[in-house]
């Protein structure tokens, strides 16, 4: 089991690179080894009577923990300051097993109009199938106000950090606040801004979800993603019943049954989802996918310093250009969301922005295929400058009444800004520009 908490104190920077392992426990290797096998050998019956009843932490079988997820899933709980965490094969993934464990039975989910296409439709296609609702927000711009939305089959209030494709920048703290006041969770996809450029816990947050195909890895060549707990809000209220179950499977030695807060009370959320859905469902992260992260980790800080930094470059050349509409970036000053950019995001707004194209929908789509250097596809937080129409690809899921509520006209044009040279990737809109509007 995950517990972040139980690491030493060092560094971000530090944590980045060294946390969640120690090399005299894998042989003195010094990058964390790829531990290739499906199930691990018991040393005697006394020993897998004490896996089996959570006596003894240890590895059963991959499905459910595995050394090297082990690894990924310590260093991301070490560097958002959580007390559990769970990796698993896909960012929704992440998303669907909170969902479940959340609002297992049926309920309500509070999300913010802010939010991933992928996200918003299963939110309409799927979960309603499964007793879950969910309501859209109208005041997640005004907390203060929030609470006239929560009703008492609320499970939680679900928001990302900084939204896609609009870099939506929200008040987390004062969220958090209202949540906590109705005896409910609050959930943050903190997928763009990856810990180094915010930490969801410390302003509140219960639980937080990870793409860690996106910025967390960085370099396009994974799917995976987490759910992580802060360890302090209380699973065992009589909103969530599902929390004080007591499974046979969590006995003690003399056989009482037990719930999973009993057996695991710093993180009882991310081990629910880890033995029931994980279990069960099977999204398991394979270790290769989790050694790629890990190694992602190592770079993240430089990575996302610089493509926040090729962001803001990015941003002001669009802002001033003549075939631009307007720009949504939160650095920027005329941005609505400086002011809570100023506050929390001290090390930057991250790689992702949008902009409205000024002109046709032929000119629209000449400008994109005219692109040489942008990769022209849907992922975000890659290594590599990407570029795409996200109204009609990411977000084409959503409805003409959705993208209005979510603020996405069907000229945003979004860019997940990489690491190359800022003049190169100016020079590759310049001439795309000029081909669409000659």
Known sequence: MTNGTQLPAYHFDTQRVRAGYEPTEHNNAVSPPIYQSTAYDFKDVEHARNLFSFQEAGNLYTRVGNPTVAVLEQRVAALDGAAGAVALASGMAAISYTLLNLAEGGGRILASPYLYGGSADSFKKVYPKLGI????????????????????????????????????????????????EQGIPLVVDNTIATPYLFNPIAHGADIVIYSATKGLNGHGNIIGGLVLESGSFNWESEKFPQFSEKYYTLRESNGNHRSFPEVFPDFPFTTRIRFNYLNYFGAAIGPFDAYLAIIGLETL????????????TLAEYLNA?????????????????????????????????????????????????????????????????LIVNSPQTTHGELEADEKAAADIPENLIRISAGLEDPADLIADLEQAFQKATK
């Not at 800080?301 to 803001?312: F, W, Y």
């Not at 002011?339 to 930057?348: E, I, P, S």
């Open 301 to 312: 800080s430089e990575r996302l310093t610089k493509q926040s930094q090729n962001a803001v």
């Open 133 to 180: 609702q969910f309501d859209y927000a109208k005041n997640i711009l005004n907390p203060e106000k929030l609470a006239e939305e929560i009703t008492p089959d609320t499970k939680a209030v679900f928001i990302e950090s900084i939204s896609n494709p609009n870099t939506v920048l929200l008040d987390v703290d004062a969220i958090a606040k209202a949540a906590h």
């Open 321 to 385: 250009h003549e075939s631009v509409e307007w720009v949504r970036y939160p650095a920027l000053e005329d941005s609505p969301h400086h002011t809570l950019y100023q506050r929390d995001f001290k090390n930057g707004a991250g790689g992702i922005l949008s902009f409205g194209f000024k002109g046709t929908q032929e000119q629209r789509e000449i400008f994109l295929n005219a692109i040489r250097l942008f990769h022209y596809h849907v992922n975000i937080g890659d290594a590599r400058s």
